[in-house]
């Protein structure tokens, strides 16, 4: 089995900590693959190759956009070149269906062209100013950040890395990334793709390991301008208390518990095709999933046989033969769910469908856990309130249009959230009222490269993808020019 390495400073390495990680298959909990940890002098080393890259050589940082955006194109089609090779590592990996971790490929390609074209946009401002110093000139210009740590979960690891290494790299930076420990193998395969394409050494980095060693390290680190992690909101708050040394630059994309509020005047087949869609992609393991529905009472029991019907008519096994779900990512992971269905059961939410390990034929050794839908949920149950990152629904129902927001309000987070209803202006006024980042009306859970994606409160800090994903990675100057140089006479003397 080839053991896969570090990327530090322009080479692939064994780093100095001597110790190995083992991929394992959540499908039948076999290891198919290892990889080197990095350690903490690892970690230093990349930093320092970053730094240098950034503030010394400079080549990426100061190549012209036209050049840059190059490079990046030409990453895009090595990500197509190798999209069917990468989809299957994803999907052995992580757990996803083959089709679904095709999706999460074609996305990455887009990406890097998306943001190979926006950095060739005019940007920055010109601004009418008035002063009592004479005629001035004002104009801002984008510049980047500087030196960049990103750390990444395991529920979209190719996605998720390519979230934020496009935009920075688009802007000119130097990067530190490190993976989850659970899934590291498409973000390896993806540094393979840089070294081929001809980015600069030093500019990007990538070490593997622990986040509560390698991550704090890069969290702490005063050599590190920004830090930028996708994961737990517990762990985010305590990015942020490290970033806290030198006042990083921070992004933060954390956790949900996001509402799919559902009217009976909605088209009910159609709501709930997206409200499996909304829980059930990705195994559930989804931070923007609609993981409690709230419904109007008097179309809930209709649309609760129905979900429930297509829920138990769901297809599980090997991602590679596009199951309708997969395992869950982990052994730890699938045990934490299947600990938060004792709590629905033990706290008296009714179980309608699933609750349970699967472990049908070949499933017998993998991490599959049954969609699962808990009908009679109140706000005051834990499966309504934590985030449970399965495949697990909760259930509440509302008689008016301002229950239906409260109860959709009555959440930390904030990330995102859906309305079903076919009266456009309730729609309107409904999803207006929902505080989060992320929102649909008449669907769930698509996404796009162009549109920002962020949450409120407790789900973060910041926005990936769009020009507000470039922008996260700039600082923005303010120039100011005096337009009449010379003796101002402001003193008497
Ligand atoms: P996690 O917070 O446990 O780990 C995420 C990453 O942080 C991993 O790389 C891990 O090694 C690292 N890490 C762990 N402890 C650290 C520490 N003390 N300091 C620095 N880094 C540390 O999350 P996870 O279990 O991998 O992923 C699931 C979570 O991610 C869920 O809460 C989910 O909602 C969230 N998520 C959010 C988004 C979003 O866009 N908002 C997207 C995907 C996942």
Redesign the pocket.
Known sequence: MEIKKMFIDGEQTEGTSGKLIKVINPTNGEVFAEVHESSIEDVRKAISAAKKSFYETREWRDMDSQQRGDILLKIADLIADNAAELAKIEAMDNGKPLREAEGDIDDGVHAFRYYASLIKVPYGGVYDVNSNFGKMHSYTVHEPVGVCAQ??????PFL?AI?KLAPALAAGNSIIF?????TMLSTIMLFDIFEKAGLPKGCVNLVM????T???E??ASEDVDMIT????????Q??MR?AAGNVKKIG?????KSPNVIFADADIDGAVEWAMIGIFFNQG????AGSRIIIEESIKEEFVKKLAAKANAMTLGNPLDNPDMGPLVSKS?MERVLKYIEIGKKEGATLICGGERYTEGECAKGYFVRPTIFDDCTKDMTIVKE?I?GPVVTIQTFTSEQEAINMANDTIYG?AGAVFTLDIARAIRVIKEIRAGITWINCYNPTFNEAP???YKM??IGR?LGIHGLEEYQEVKQININLTPGVLGWYAN
């Open positions: 750390i990444t979960p395991w529920n979209y998720m979230w490190k993976p989850s420990s659970s390991g622990p986040g509560s390698l991550g704090e890069l969290a992690f996708t994961g737990s909101t517990e762990v985010g305590k990015i490290l933060l994309e954390l956790g949900g393991e989804v931070c923007s992971h985030e990152f990330l994606w962020g949450g789900s973060g990936e």
